[in-house]
């Protein structure tokens, strides 16, 4: 009989090993499942995808970790937003610059070019014709003229003209 007790004992404690080596994976198993999922959530954050959720499936510490998780995965998103939109923003503005830049520079070049010509030429009757040619041309001009006052300073009178009906 006082073997069969110690059997018994030893079958009884061995099971009781393995029913509480079972209960303690399972107990793990259901505190760590929440922490794993918010892990796998914050990896995909991570990864650039602002639209991955945590599930807040209780009410403890664990939930409260979730739905705060998600609020500042929803504030991380609208601050993306917002700094994408600013930059686009900024692109067409720099872009308007650059154009208006381009333009200065090619006003500029435009006149340093009528400058030397201006410079090097002698002869009014062909200067006044070239001048007004070459601003009408590299300002897209539709009528350029020039007008001098006359010796009694009443009138002005058109010396060069680059269109048709300017000349007439």
Do not use: C, W
């Amino acid at each position: 009989p006082v073997s069969d007790q110690n059997r018994t004992n030893i079958l009884l404690s061995m099971g009781l090993v393995a029913f509480s080596i079972g209960a303690g994976f399972l107990a793990s198993q259901i505190l760590t499942s929440p922490l794993i999922s918010l892990t796998k959530v914050a990896e995909k954050i991570t990864g650039g995808d602002l639209t991955a959720r945590a599930r807040a499936t209780t009410e403890d510490e664990i939930g409260a970790l979730a739905s705060t998780f998600n609020r500042m995965t929803e504030e991380l998103n609208q601050t993306v937003n917002s700094l994408e939109l600013r930059v686009s923003e900024r692109t067409v503005d720099l872009e308007g610059a650059r154009h208006q830049s381009e333009k200065r520079a090619n006003e500029l070049q435009a006149i340093s070019e009528i400058s030397r010509i201006i410079a090097s030429e002698q002869s009014l009757e062909t200067l006044f014709p070239l001048i007004t040619r070459l601003v009408s041309e590299r300002f897209h001009y539709y009528h350029t003229g020039i007008f001098l006052i006359n010796e009694t300073k009443q009138f002005a009178v058109l010396q060069a003209a680059n269109s048709k009906g300017g000349k007439n």
